[in-house]
């Protein structure tokens, strides 16, 4: 591709270029794109294009495209069968995540930390919150009904990591009775979605009260 300043680039530009009857039109612009997403794969680009709504003989000419990319073909190897891949959630409360966030409020008394379950849609980045009263699994399951499901339906997936607490019989019921399924991160692994919204829930709370405390 030619060289171009990336400052000026146009996502419904492109868009739009892919719906021109152009085929080579068409090329370039998916071109642009896997470039722009740092050579992203076939099926990466297909996942986005589809939820951004691209029309078919756009996605179909991804395939080529990719597959003559030659810095792509230079870094290529065979990858084992086993791999890690990424999910796309295309629609909301296909996949929510859920932790426990546990802050010292600049109001409380030095050493006290407040409980706070969140949790955090996959596909829109939606987010609820609400203060639970204790650890306990029949507290965390009373909280989630009510600060998502009560508003929004039961989640088709739920995950969390291991420290999360709700490995016990009581959460396997509740999910069961919801029609939710329970998915577990693996050992050190965390839900990392949720984990970088709570870095941001801290921290405008920080923000809030320090302005709060100043006033």
Not at 13 to 22: H, I, K, T
Not at 23 to 47: D, F, G, I, N, P
Not at 205 to 210: G, Q
């Amino acid at each position: 591709c030619d060289k171009e300043d990336w400052r000026t680039f146009d996502v419904s530009r492109a868009l739009a270029a892919l719906r021109s009857p152009n085929q080579e039109v068409r090329r370039r612009t998916l071109q642009k794109l896997h470039v722009r997403w740092y050579h992203a794969t076939r099926t990466s680009m297909t996942q986005i294009l589809q939820a951004a709504g691209a029309p078919s003989n756009a996605i179909a000419d991804i395939a080529s495209v990719v597959q003559g990319c030659l810095v792509c073909r230079d870094w290529y190897r065979p990858v084992p069968r086993n791999i890690a891949t990424f999910r796309l959630s295309l629609a909301f409360n296909e996949e929510v995540q859920f932790d426990l966030l546990f802050y010292h409020s600049l109001i409380d008394e030095p050493g006290k930390l407040r409980n706070i379950a969140h949790l955090v849609d996959c596909c829109i980045r939606w987010s609820a919150t609400g203060e639970c009263e204790s650890k306990e699994e029949e507290e965390l399951t009373r909280k989630i009904s009510t600060i998502w499901i009560s508003i929004f339906g039961p989640m088709e997936t739920l995950t969390l990591d291991e420290e999360a607490g709700m490995r016990h019989r009581h959460a396997v019921d509740w999910a069961e009775v919801n029609n939710i399924g329970l998915k577990f991160k693996a050992p050190r692994q965390k839900a990392w979605l949720v984990e970088r919204h709570n870095e941001l829930l801290r921290r405008g709370l920080h923000l809030t009260e320090s302005q709060m405390v100043k006033e």
